[in-house]
């Protein structure tokens, strides 16, 4: 036999009016309509700046013509193993340790 299950100490609310029921729907349709489409007009690409090729003060001074490479990828790698190493290391935490210890 199951046991019975004690009611809840909630009070009972009852449903709203039909006509707020329509107006609420209404107003949730419009907000997630207009959140839905509001990120679109920020996420336009903005326009290429007209000198693309802009001195840096960095290669300013020099007797030829320097340029600076575009950046690479490697320390975001670094930051990945670091941050995976930690991971890994959490792993491996003893659980019954205290701060006694």
Not at 4 to 22: E, T
Not at 46 to 57: I, L, T, V
């Amino acid at each position: 036999m199951m046991a019975a299950m004690p009611r809840s100490s909630l009070p009972h609310v009852p449903c709203p009016h039909p006509r707020r029921r329509g107006r609420s729907l209404l107003l949730a349709v419009v907000l997630s309509v207009s959140a839905l489409f509001a990120p679109r007009a920020s996420a336009a690409p903005a326009p290429e700046p007209e000198d693309a090729d802009q001195m840096d003060a960095r290669v300013e001074g020099y007797a030829t013509n320097v340029r600076i490479e575009k950046n690479g990828t490697a320390l975001t790698w670094v930051m990945f193993w670091f941050m995976m190493v930690f991971a890994v290391a959490v792993l491996f935490k003893n659980a019954k340790r205290t701060h006694l210890d």
